[in-house]
């Protein structure tokens, strides 16, 4: 057990969810895309609302911190780890529904699982989600998008859960979608579930569009690496990838951690990279661009633990 655990948060855990849900030390590199990351403190799976409900409520009333952990697509742990509690949602949060056109899928479902899901059932409207890495919640609290299409265009309702336990269904509206921006991102909500208002389309014909999106990015970005996807949010009036190719980035490395040839807006990990690589690098793009262009460029990457 980790020296800073305290036994009682321990204890508490173990009342709420079975003990083989609990992990001390877990490494977060297999937790995340980048396949990076040291160990995170306290890694604990809860299976449903009820079970969620309790461990919030009791790490917000001892202030230990947490983090509520989607597909890992979107985040960059430190080498040295996370001190708290990250939380895994599994079990009911896994559930798929369709009813008429509304697709409703738990936090934890896949985005290319619901945007499967809606193709099977003759629905269009999520082609754009199909190839995107990151969970329903995920892609919801960073209203994620691609191909011109985005969360924001397809959400009715998201039913969230405050940090003293309430539950609240937010309408479109109230989700204050922007880009790559939700209210999720900026209050204490955890996303349960997702609703998505859908059209009827030709099964036929949506698949198509999904198979001619994947060819796309097949070709286009460098998907045979580890990556967290478009690592920078796209500048006003210009594109991340031209500004880094542009500023001669294209191809730079810091240890295991590279621009990529195929996309500069990709920091892949060649497979040896530590997460001090791709911070660093990171790091260097922006500051490199800035100082080529006077443009600022923004992480889309979560950072999160120690560097």
Not at 4 to 13: F, K
Not at 65 to 92: A, C, E, M, Q, T
Not at 146 to 171: C, H, P, T
Request: hydrophobic fraction near 40%.
């Amino acid at each position: 057990m980790g020296a800073q655990v305290s036994r009682a948060l321990i204890e508490y855990l173990e009342s709420v969810v079975p003990a083989e849900n609990i992990l001390l030390e877990e490494p977060m590199h297999k937790h995340t895309t980048f396949r990076v990351g040291g160990p995170a403190e306290v890694f604990v799976t809860v299976e449903n609302s009820k079970q969620l409900e309790k461990i919030i409520k009791y790490l917000n009333l001892v202030e230990r911190p947490y983090f509520i952990l989607g597909n890992g697509s979107n985040l960059l742990v430190g080498d040295k780890g996370y001190r708290g509690v990250i939380i895994r949602l599994g079990g009911d949060f896994n559930h798929l529904t369709v009813e008429g056109t509304l697709l409703t899928a738990g936090a934890s479902v896949l985005l290319s699982a619901a945007a499967r899901a809606a193709m099977e059932n003759g629905l269009a409207g999520m082609e754009f989600a199909s190839g995107i890495p990151g969970s329903v919640g995920g892609g919801v609290k960073m209203n994620a998008g691609a191909y011109d299409g985005e969360m924001r265009n397809i959400v009715e309702s998201v039913q969230v859960m405050y940090k003293d336990g309430s539950i609240l269904d937010l309408d479109n509206e109230t989700m204050e979608f922007g880009y790559r921006n939700s209210v999720i991102k900026n209050r204490p909500y955890v996303v349960l579930q997702v609703s998505m208002r859908l059209q009827e389309g030709d099964r036929e014909a949506i698949l198509a569009r999904m198979n001619e999106l994947t060819a796309r990015r097949k070709e286009k970005q460098p998907l045979e690496y580890a990556s967290a996807g478009s690592t920078f949010k796209r500048p006003e009036g210009h594109f991340a990838g031209k500004l880094i190719m542009d500023s001669g980035m294209r191809g730079a490395r810091i240890g295991g951690a590279r621009v990529s040839e195929k996309h500069c807006g990709f920091v892949i990990n060649d497979g040896t990279a530590v997460a001090a690589d791709i911070a660093e690098l990171i790091q260097e793009v922006i500051e490199t661009v800035k100082e080529k262009f006077g443009v600022t460029l923004e992480p889309e990457v979560i950072f999160l633990g120690d560097f």
